[in-house]
């Protein structure tokens, strides 16, 4: 039997609506790799260990669409 200690912890999973919080998030130039619009609102979140890089997220200004990049 497997004891409760010897499961990992549960991850915690941000969800942001469209338009929730956007306006307070820093905007950056980067290209959209969907309409090419040149700005995006980012974020950072440490996605994997501690002792690897966060992930970087953007979502485009123009059409809204979220990627991310890995350190």
Known sequence: MISES???PKK???IMERDEGIA???KTKIMCPKCDNM???WWMQQ???AD???TMFYRCTKCSYSWRSYG
């Open 52 to 54: 690897e890089p966060p």
């Open 39 to 41: 700005e995006a609102f």
């Open 12 to 14: 915690e999973i941000i």
């Open 47 to 49: 996605t994997r260990a």
């Open 6 to 8: 010897m499961h990992e």
């Open 24 to 26: 307070e998030l820093p």
